[in-house]
Structure formats: structure tokens, C-alpha cells
């Protein structure tokens, strides 16, 4: 089995270096970052914290490079997925390919260039410390399922959870993979943003109960939404919330919009809070709070430019 | 007649009052710090911007030391207050005491130290302070006041203090009932000064943009809308519209400068991660619709974020950006 990774920023290095620990697949991991990707195929990639894991897919900046894949893992930041799909989808032409990324609409954006598309949501977590070295910062596990306007074949599906599973990221194959998908997005739109504006870690949010009460607010909207569009959610996002900021868990973890906002990076935003906000307004839903946190994000996006 | 005042506080506004009001009464400061007293009787206040010139006047750090007068201006930030009222009180028998705060609540506070009549001052001044005893003014705009309901402030001595503020170089209003003007600003710091505060955005055109759905002159004006229905629930009828303060202040730049964009104070507060008056402004407002039975829940939203803001800086004291 051939699998490429398109987007080997945090999650896609623990795919890439998981994966490329089994024999009977081979790994590509596409990526920008001339720095990381040079690193990788001199030392391999690491992985450290939650498990310590060294992986050598090989790795590439130039998409032509890319022979046919059985799989693609699209693992960019939510606004890079069109150019990420765009360069790479020749690799993909007789297969599957997959999102694991943040939010909502990375689906929709590579079945414009992919004809069999998988849902999926990760729930693992890490950052890059520096080029080939990611830390491991929470386990967790992965749902993929059919991406419904586009989807792929059942059993490619499930022989793709299998490898990951078999490397050490457990994975379900499901009919429905939206339950699981709208469950995190409700859980990054109500904690990331909360995090990136106060500094916060998870942990520290959580605890704070007036903050807390902010959190499940912002949980209301995004079940409202989810609810309106027949959307079971297959778990509760607030007892994800409250899971995440045990002490053992995710209680230190800087949410990944909180790195973006003190790296001074574009963040995910508009594909989590907006994209809540933008179902509610198509069905009807009224998602102020979603609304508000989004502008204080947008704001601090716009605050980087301004003279000082 | 209003002859000697007494200032308490020399932080921007503070310093303003006294250095200007000094040119037409006796002034005396009392400041938290000795060194800022220390600086002030040594090298005079000097003001420059709007204003260009240095003040001679009293500074003490020790109540004790101050002179008599006839007008005592709490010019601290809002939550400290309590402890400045305390270490006047028993003191200034027959002054008057205005408050000059950002928010709402403050003249309660004064009232629980002592029997002064009370005067209720909001401001539209603002600078930015260079050292001790250096005030750059930025903003020549105008001090509101008014008498502060139920403590029996007649309105000659408003129209007195504002007389003295005017003969001494700046803008003010004397206004029977504060009350409107002063709802109309706590819901334009509510929401320009928390929303600067977590965006790191000084007060610019982004607040008044409304085309694109996440732009964030709608939160500004979701904001504003929010804050009007406490007002009407809580029987206020607004002086300014505060949405079209924040037009007026992001579109025509008050100063006359083109690019100028104002930093507000709770922003500057972030900046230094120093304490803000969320509690007294965004706070204010929150219990004022507790109050009346109406939901707040944007104000309420942006006061939980502010505060879990300044409590980043006592978990992470050394934590900066990477």
C-alpha cells in the first residue's frame, strides 16, 4: 500500500511516522517546508512525548515527484487544502484520499480535484519543535467514513483505518463519520479560539468557571447547528472538553490557534467558529456567540498588520 | 467658591486636571508612589501636546501633608478608588468630591468613606504619559459633569467646577443629569475598549466595517445594540448614540491626524499587563442587566475573556510570545 500525507505539519508526521513504521507500506510526505522535509530524509522523522517514534517516509516539496498513491492523508492547515490537492491530486488519481485536517469544508475542497473522497477527524495533537522533530502531545483516535457527495468505497476505507490502527493510531471506518466531525469541530470552535484570545491552556480555560460557562455556550450554538442539519454527534463535545483538561490528558496543551496566534500565523478560524456560523445562517441557526469570537480572531489577524 | 483643589491620583487624566486647573486655583496632587511626588515637586508637571507648559504645584505621597481645599478630583483607576477614598476619609470637611472614572459605580465606593456631596464626571481627555511628571495630551475633548444623584449635590457647584475647568483651559459640560452621558459612555468603552483589548487593534476603521460577516464592525455594533437594551431596561435614555461615537471617532480622526487611531486605555492596560477596569466597565454593565432581568451575553462574553486575559499574565509572568 502506497499512502502519501500531504501536509506534514503536527498530525501529518505522526500519520507519516507511524505509517512508515509498518513494511507493507510505503510513505510520501508532502510538504512546503523545504527545512522539515530536508530533515526528514537525512534523519528520519521523530516523534517524542506521548510515544517516541522514528519514522523514514520519504519526503518531498516537489509534487511531480509523487508517484500513484493508494492514499492520500490531507493534513494541511484548513486554508491551504485547495493548493495542498491542487499540486497533488495527479498522485491520487486512482485512489482515495482522505482529510483528518480542523473544521469544516476541507471535504468539499478536495472532492473538486479528487473523485473519492473519505470524511475523517483526528482527535491526536502535537507541534513541531523543530525541522523532522515533532512532540507528541496527545493520543487519541481517528473516525473515517464516506464523504457523501464523493465518497470512497467502504473497504478502501476500512483498509486504510487498519494500517493506521496496525501503526499505532487507532482508527473506525463508519458509514457516517459527521457525528464524529461535528463533534470536534464544536469542541475546537468553543476551546482553540478561547485559548488563542486569552493565552490560556487548555487546562486553564477549563477551569476558570466563568470562562468554562463561555465554553458551553459557544457548545450550545454549534449543537444547535449540527442538530438542525440531522447531525447525531456520536459523543458530547462538553465531556471531550472536560476529558481534555484533565491534568493527564490535555491539561498543558496549547491549542494549535493559540501556537498560530503566537507564531503571528494566519489561523483556522473561518473553517471552525465560520464554519458553524456559516451553516447556522444557511439553516436559519442565530450563532452570535460564534460570530463574536470570530471577529475577536479575525481582529487579532488584522492587529499583526497594523503600524505600531 | 472654589479656590484650592486637591487631586488624587497622577496617572494621564489626573495629571491633566492638575497641571491645567493649577493655572487658575491652588493645586495640590496626592500620589500613590513618594518617587512620583518626589518628581512632581521637583520638576513641576509638565504637559505638552494639546497643551505646552510646565505646572508648579504641591505633590505628597502622605494625606497628611495635603492642604485644605474645596474640591477634591479621584482621578485613580476605577479599582482603586477604595483604598484612595479610604485614606481621605475624615478628611476635606465641607469639599466637594468628584469622580472622573471610566465605568460605572465608582461614586458609591467615595460615599462609603464620607459625607462629601458627590460629583459625577465622565471624560473624553485622553494622553499618554511620558515619565512622572510628563503628560504628552493627545485628546482636548470633553469632561462631562453632573450632580451625583441622592447625595444632594446642588448644581451650582457642578456649574462652578466647570467654570473653573473651562477658565483653566479645558473642555467641559455641566449637566443636571450625568446619567445619560455617562450610560452613553460605558457603552462605548464596554465595547471599543474591550474589543481593542483583545484584539490588540487600537480604536480604527475596522471597528465600523460591516461588509464581510466576520468583519468586526458588526460584533462593535452587536455590541452597542446589546449595551441600548440594557439602557432602556434600566430606564436611561442615551445622550450620544454609541455607535455613532465609534463612527465618529474611527471615520473624521478627532485629533485631525488621518492615520491617527486612538489606544485605548484598557488596551493600554493589556499592553503593560497591568490590571484593567473591565470589572467597573464591561462588569458595570453586566450587573446593570442582572438588574433589570435583560441578557448580556456579548458583554458578558468579552468581560470573562478580559479577565482570563490578566489572569494569563499571573500564571505565565514570564511567558512571551515565541
Request: charged share 25%; glycine share 8%.
Amino acid at each position: 500500500v502506497r499512502i502519501c500525507i500531504v501536509g506534514c505539519g503536527a498530525v501529518g508526521s505522526l500519520f507519516a511516522a507511524t505509517l512508515a513504521q509498518l513494511d507493507d507500506v510505503e510513505v510520501w510526505a508532502f510538504d512546503a517546508n523545504r527545512a522539515h522535509v530536508d530533515a526528514i530524509n537525512a534523519s528520519g522523522l521523530r516523534l517524542s512525548g506521548a510515544d517516541d517514534v522514528l519514522g523514514w517516509p520519504r519526503a518531498t516539496s516537489v509534487a511531480d515527484e509523487l508517484p500513484a498513491c493508494d492514499f492520500g492523508i490531507v493534513a494541511t492547515k484548513a486554508m491551504h487544502t485547495g493548493a495542498a490537492v491542487t499540486a497533488t491530486a495527479h498522485a491520487f488519481a486512482d485512489g482515495c484520499v482522505a482529510s483528518v485536517q480542523n473544521g469544516i469544508g476541507n471535504e468539499e475542497e478536495i472532492a473538486a480535484h479528487v473523485a473519492r473522497v473519505i470524511r475523517g477527524t483526528t482527535f491526536p495533537a502535537g507541534r513541531l519543535l523543530a525541522p523532522g522533530h515533532v512532540q507528541w502531545d496527545v493520543k487519541g483516535d481517528t473516525t473515517l467514513g464516506p464523504f457523501e457527495p464523493s465518497p470512497a468505497p467502504l473497504a478502501e476505507i476500512e483498509r486504510l483505518a487498519a494500517a493506521c490502527t496496525r501503526a499505532g493510531m487507532p482508527t473506525h471506518a463508519v458509514a457516517d463519520a459527521r457525528g464524529p466531525q461535528w463533534r470536534k469541530v464544536i469542541f475546537n470552535a468553543a476551546t482553540n479560539p478561547v485559548g488563542a484570545i486569552t493565552g490560556l491552556t487548555h487546562g486553564r480555560v477549563c477551569e476558570d468557571p466563568a470562562l468554562r460557562r463561555l465554553v458551553s455556550s459557544l457548545v450550545d450554538e454549534g449543537k444547535a447547528v449540527a442538530a438542525a442539519q440531522g447531525i447525531e454527534l456520536d459523543a458530547d463535545p462538553e465531556e471531550l472538553i472536560d476529558h481534555a483538561a484533565r491534568p493527564d490528558v490535555a491539561y498543558d496543551h496549547k491549542a494549535s490557534m493559540l501556537q498560530d496566534v503566537e507564531a503571528g500565523r494566519a489561523t483556522e478560524i473561518d473553517f471552525l467558529n465560520g464554519g458553524i456560523a456559516r451553516f447556522g445562517r444557511e439553516l436559519g441557526v442565530p450563532t452570535p456567540l460564534n460570530d463574536a469570537i470570530r471577529a475577536l480572531v479575525k481582529g487579532i489577524e488584522r492587529s499583526w498588520a497594523q503600524p505600531r | 467658591v472654589i479656590e484650592r483643589v486637591c487631586v488624587v491620583g497622577a496617572g494621564t487624566i489626573g495629571s491633566l486636571c492638575a497641571a491645567h486647573l493649577s493655572r487658575v486655583a491652588e493645586v495640590a496632587v496626592l500620589a500613590r508612589r513618594p518617587e512620583q511626588a518626589a518628581a512632581i515637586e521637583r520638576d513641576g508637571l509638565r504637559i505638552s501636546g494639546k497643551s505646552e507648559f510646565v505646572a508648579r504645584l504641591h505633590a505628597t505621597d502622605d494625606p497628611a501633608q495635603l492642604p485644605p481645599a474645596d474640591l477634591v478630583i479621584i482621578a485613580t483607576k476605577a479599582h482603586a478608588v477604595d483604598a484612595a477614598a479610604a485614606r481621605l476619609a475624615g478628611r476635606f470637611p465641607g469639599a466637594a468630591v468628584m469622580t472622573i472614572q471610566n465605568g460605572l459605580g465608582t461614586e458609591e465606593v467615595v460615599r462609603r468613606h464620607g459625607d462629601w456631596p458627590i460629583v459625577s464626571a465622565v471624560t473624553f481627555m485622553s494622553g499618554t504619559r511620558r515619565s512622572d511628571a510628563h503628560v504628552e495630551y493627545e485628546l482636548d475633548t470633553a469632561t462631562w459633569m453632573g450632580p451625583y444623584a441622592g447625595t444632594g449635590t446642588p448644581f451650582e457647584l457642578v456649574q462652578e467646577i466647570d467654570e473653573l475647568f473651562r477658565r483653566s483651559g479645558l473642555h467641559s459640560e455641566a449637566l443636571r443629569d450625568l446619567l445619560p452621558a455617562q450610560w452613553s459612555k460605558v457603552i462605548f468603552n464596554a465595547t471599543v475598549n474591550a474589543v481593542a483589548a483583545l484584539t490588540d487593534l487600537p480604536h480604527n476603521r475596522l471597528f465600523a466595517e460591516r461588509n464581510d460577516p466576520a468583519d468586526l464592525g458588526h460584533l462593535v455594533h452587536g455590541l452597542v445594540e446589546e449595551g441600548k437594551r440594557i439602557a432602556a431596561a434600566a430606564g436611561v435614555r442615551l445622550r450620544d448614540d454609541p455607535w455613532e461615537m465609534n463612527v465618529r471617532a474611527v471615520t473624521r480622526g478627532e485629533t485631525g491626524m488621518s492615520d491617527y487611531a486612538h489606544v485605548p486605555s484598557m488596551l493600554e492596560d493589556v499592553r503593560h499587563r497591568q490590571r484593567t477596569e473591565v470589572d467597573f466597565i464591561s462588569g458595570a454593565l453586566v450587573r446593570e442587566a442582572e438588574r433589570c432581568g435583560v441578557e448580556a451575553p456579548l458583554h458578558t462574553a468579552l468581560w470573562r475573556l478580559v479577565r482570563a486575559l490578566e489572569r494569563s499574565w499571573e500564571l505565565s509572568p514570564a511567558q512571551e510570545p515565541s
